[in-house]
């Protein structure tokens, strides 16, 4: 077979691959949980890089829209237009897959198994291209009800994918369980060491910087607004220094005025301001505004028990064994991801109430 013919034949492929994997990020980006990647990991990592880099644009839009109209071409063009076109679609296809998986590395830190299927679907298209444009072929008819059909196909499974509204049920020992909880027994040391008799305890694990946990601090200072002196939070501190510049600084201001008596506000800021404003300089600017003793301040942040206690909260996370987030303990139930109000207060309020029975334990 010609050489050209089978490049031309991997470009339609390399499209409508592209185009099925963008279909699905779409939907994964869409949900505010990992469906198909898996919590944690560099799915996540590189999520959350896109997610706090590129704000108001989704990138598997740009894909999904990309490879499709990269398929589009190659299943219209004639002969004239492929020899005047297609190379530089080719060309531009390459170098842009090139440039996302050097970005996705150097810029995030990590990779993401669909990023890097749709970032290497971009340059084996492009290199297809520039083959087969020399003499293409057009697409006969059963081509075109093949791949547009394929194209159809992909993104209607992407859509599929994507959760219903979250529902509750009626778990064991007739209560309600949240469609997040997951109900442990036996909780793991660093939770267990924070609870306390005749209170509910929230143990989150986040970072300043992680766009998901700065959502979820929205809805949980919310919830807690209404059980005053009956839930107690406990945040530890996990800065993912390798995707989140400023992480590490802000948890050292969040701890340093915790002891000095400001740390819900200086939390609360934290989360709320821009980014770029997570620096020394920021955060030494927000602790003024809030009335922090400001030598004491300093002298707290420079300690090495303060950069200690970060270093323990990260063995806590690895103890238990957390590998995204934000990840949230209340009571015995565990949270891997963001939990909506309505998942909040009930999972607050089968802790309040534990004697009208518990979830079914999970194997942890």
Known sequence: MDPRRIAILAARVFALIGLAVSAALVVEYA?????????????????????????????????????????????????????????????????????????????????????????????????????????????????????????????????????????????????????????????????????????????????????????????????????QGRVRLVRKQLPLTSIHPHAQTAALAALCAEDLGRGEAMADRLFRVDVDRLTAEGTEAIARELGVDMPAYRACVAAERTTSHIASDRNAAGECAVSGLPTMFIGHERFDGLVDEDALVASIERALHPDAGAPASDAH
């Open 31 to 227: 949900s505010p949980e990992p469906l198909i990647c898996g919590a944690g990991g560099g799915c996540t990592a590189v999520r959350a890089c896109w997610e706090q880099r590129v704000r108001g644009f989704s990138l598997p839009w740009f894909g999904l829209v990309s490879f499709g109209l990269a398929l589009s071409a190659t299943l219209l063009a004639d002969e004239e237009k492929a020899k005047k076109f297609l190379p530089a679609l080719g060309a531009l296809s390459a170098l842009g897959g090139l440039t996302f998986l050097a970005v996705q590395r150097g810029m995030c830190g990590s990779w993401c198994k669909l990023c890097v299927v749709t970032d290497t679907s971009a340059v084996l298209l492009g290199l297809s291209l520039l083959v087969g444009s020399r003499k293409w072929e057009p697409a006969s008819t059963t081509q075109r009800w093949i791949f547009g059909g394929g194209a159809v196909l992909s993104a209607a499974f992407a859509m599929s994918l994507a959760p219903p509204a979250a529902t509750t049920g009626n778990g064991p020992g007739g209560r309600e369980q949240g469609p997040q909880a997951h109900y442990i027994a036996d909780l793991p040391g660093p939770v267990a060491r924070e609870q306390r008799e005749g209170m509910v305890t929230i143990v989150e694990f986040a970072d300043f910087e992680c766009p998901f946990c700065r959502r979820q601090h929205e809805s949980l200072t919310r919830v807690l607004s209404r059980y």
